[in-house]
């Protein structure tokens, strides 16, 4: 747990106040990665440098402010959620959508099938495994891979996006508790599309590579209420935004989502690629990357970077 610390005042819209601070969240990202580990489960990603970090600082006029490893591709892991979750509101609705899928946190492992079995045949919220499994079966009766990467690349302002082939591989060979939950949800009579169409797209969306840059845009994108910032094109309705934004402040973080929600404050999303991304409504997305991870499979860097920027900044959203 982080608690607020004092600082004397300064000028938090000046552009170099807000480098600096980006530029000590960096130096402690660092730091704090030095206490965590990279995800082995998916052996791919166990051959990640868990000393890498990188920092992407984006404001509304697409102004950056960048630190360390951020244009070294990673696989997004979780954070294809959001893009999965937003691409079935967008193509879907918001009352499909939630006819199949749950709002509510569940406090346990982002890959957990206890409460699934017992408490509800529904998943929780589509920021699980569970629920993004769901969503992807959804998306499975309308769209194809290639159709889903180019919503994403759209989503993410990133042309440059495309699959990490040997993570997709990786993921599939191992990925037998996904598996066990389609067929979990296939058993309840819930799952929407057939086991194996819809497994495929969903390791397929975590094996997307990205940059902290491209977390950056994403974050900027639904700071900006679905809205490129540059050309000014409506990707996505400002209410399906908000539920994402929601969604994303009460189940962005695995099992660390409330604690983050009190020390961050930011609605964001993680991977266990090392990726995270964070939007301040109306004013910053933040990209961040660092391999190693806590105990909970957020980044530890990340983690760090973010505290330590929204402190100084004052960027939680109940500010
Ligand atoms: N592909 C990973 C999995 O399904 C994603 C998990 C994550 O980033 N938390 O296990």
Redesign the pocket.
């Known amino acids: 747990m982080y608690f607020t610390y004092e600082r004397p005042e300064f000028d938090r819209n000046d552009p170099l106040e807000i480098r600096r601070v980006v530029g000590e969240a960096y130096a402690n990202a660092l730091e704090a990665a030095k206490g965590g580990r990279c995800?082995d489960?998916?052996p791919e990603l166990a051959k990640a440098d868990e000393g890498e970090f990188g920092i992407c600082f984006a404001d509304m006029n697409g102004e950056r402010i960048e630190f360390g490893d951020v244009e070294k591709r990673f696989s997004i892991?979780?954070?294809s959620k959001v893009i999965n979750l937003a691409a079935c509101l967008k193509f879907l609705g918001f009352r499909e959508t939630f006819s199949h899928v749950g709002t509510e946190p569940t406090g346990d492992a982002?890959?957990s099938i206890l409460k699934l079995d017992t408490v509800s045949d529904l998943p929780f919220n589509p920021m699980i495994?569970a629920g993004?499994i769901q969503v992807a079966s959804m998306l499975s009766n309308i769209m194809d891979f290639d159709e889903l990467l180019g919503f994403a690349r759209e989503f993410c302002m990133d042309g440059d996006i495309v699959l990490n082939e040997k993570v997709y591989a990786s993921?599939s060979e191992t990925?037998d508790?996904?598996r066990a939950i389609v067929y979990l949800l296939k058993s309840k009579g819930v799952l929407q599309g057939d086991p194996d169409k819809t497994l495929d797209l969903?390791?397929r969306m975590?094996?997307l590579n990205v940059n902290a840059r491209t977390l950056s845009n994403m974050g900027l994108m639904i700071a900006n209420n679905g809205q490129n910032v540059k050309t000014g094109k409506h990707l996505l309705h400002p209410g399906y935004v908000r539920t994402i934004k929601s969604l994303m402040f009460t189940c962005g973080m695995?099992d660390e989502s409330g604690e983050y929600g009190v020390t961050v404050g930011i609605p964001s999303k993680?991977?266990?690629?090392g990726g995270i991304v964070g939007a301040v409504p109306g004013r910053y997305g933040i990209g961040t990357y660092g391999p190693s991870l806590n105990k909970k499979?957020n980044s530890a860097g990340g983690i760090a970077a973010l505290t330590h920027i929204s402190h100084l900044l004052k960027l939680n959203v109940f500010e």
């Open positions: 995800a489960y998916i892991q979780s954070i982002f890959n495994n993004a993921e990925g508790r996904n969903y390791f975590c094996s695995y993680s991977g266990v690629g499979g």
